[in-house]
């Protein structure tokens, strides 16, 4: 059973580029959540979803940022007119059934660069 | 708006010390409070949790207990292995929400 995957590992974006970051969570889970860990800091919580549904987005910045979790296919983080503030390591996690207190599986991160 | 500090690192010791990382957390209501791990290129996995006063996690040798009075969630090793060198990040997450707080996280390097 693999584990909760993101791809790329490593992208570099021109400053005003986009970026689009893959979380494929694990098998039969339902629930992403996006985090994302700015240098000597902790992760920050940025949006929760499930199937089709945002139930949480209290963590992501106002413009330019998205996040969709299709009812097929990975779930996509979006940066528009990326800004070199927004070089980060962000993490996907899943879950079964969307409980916090429930095991998150955390993917292995992309760490985004911007020149 | 709630948080959780940890020491600074990196923390370094040699095999079969004792290990302590220190966590504290300011949170409103009654939080439930973990430990993840994150060995060097993967993704972080829960060590272990505790989700009310007094309760202790424990897993693989460390533990942590959940002290309301001091509000601390200290992690604790007898005898760390070099196999533990890893980022620890301690976190809560407040009833009712769905977001983990995370600290910075600590560095810990155990040479032989």
Known sequence: NAGVMQNPRHLVRRRGQEARLRCSPMKGHSHVYWYRQLPEEGLKF???????????????????????????????LR??????????AYFCASSLQGDINEKLFFGSGTQLSVL | ?????????????????FLTINCTYTATGYPSLFWYVQYPGEGLQLLLKATKADDKGSNKGFEATYRKETTSFHLEKGSVQVSDSAVYFCALVNTGFQKLVFGTGTRLLVSP
């Open chain 2, 1 to 17: 708006g709630d948080s959780v500090t940890q020491m600074e690192g990196p923390v370094t010791l040699s095999e079969e010390a």
């Open chain 1, 46 to 76: 940025m949006v929760y979803l499930q199937k089709e549904n945002i139930i949480d987005e209290s963590g992501m910045p106002k413009e330019r940022f998205s996040a969709e979790f299709p009812k097929e296919g990975p779930s996509i």
């Open chain 1, 79 to 88: 940066i528009q007119q990326v800004v070199r503030g927004d070089s980060a």
